[in-house]
């Protein structure tokens, strides 16, 4: 795809992303690198602890889905939808802001693959996991 397409499907999904309800429930924050790559900022919030006081894994894991999604959305007119996600919780993420990133390592005809990490604000590597992505025929 051309640049100036990727740009505008990145702007697109941008949009998108402003009106949906879990960027208001996790209050993350979304942008795109110059490479394309997905960058979600979630602030800390102690809502998201599990009872030994760390960030649940379950949000670990729904950053680095968001991340894997977002950076493979942009190659494609039709919805993708996750089909495999793989997480790895490496260390525990305490009282933290979290960053997690995307990177595309296939855009297929039918099927894209990411692999995603999470770091903390100190630059701690936190969790790290791949997603493969679906191409549907249903049109954005």
Not at 85 to 93: D, E, H, I, S, T
Request: include cysteine; glycine fraction near 8%.
């Amino acid at each position: 795809m051309e640049i100036e397409i990727i740009r505008k499907r990145q702007q697109e999904l941008l949009d998108l992303f402003d009106t949906a309800p879990i960027k208001r429930a996790y209050n993350m924050q979304f942008h795109y690198t110059e490479q394309g790559n997905a960058v979600f900022t979630l602030p800390y919030n102690p809502n998201f602890d599990h009872a030994l006081g760390g960030i649940h894994g379950g949000v670990l894991a729904t950053m680095l889905d968001n991340a894997g999604w977002f950076t493979a959305a942009t190659r494609y007119n039709f919805w993708i939808a996750t089909s495999d996600l793989q997480v790895r919780l490496l260390l525990p993420a305490i009282k933290t802001t979290l960053m997690a990133t995307g990177r595309l390592l296939k855009a297929g005809s039918r099927m894209a693959v990411s692999e995603m990490e999470v770091k903390s604000e100190n630059g701690d590597l936190i969790s790290i996991g791949s997603g493969s992505f679906v191409v549907t025929s249903q049109k954005c």
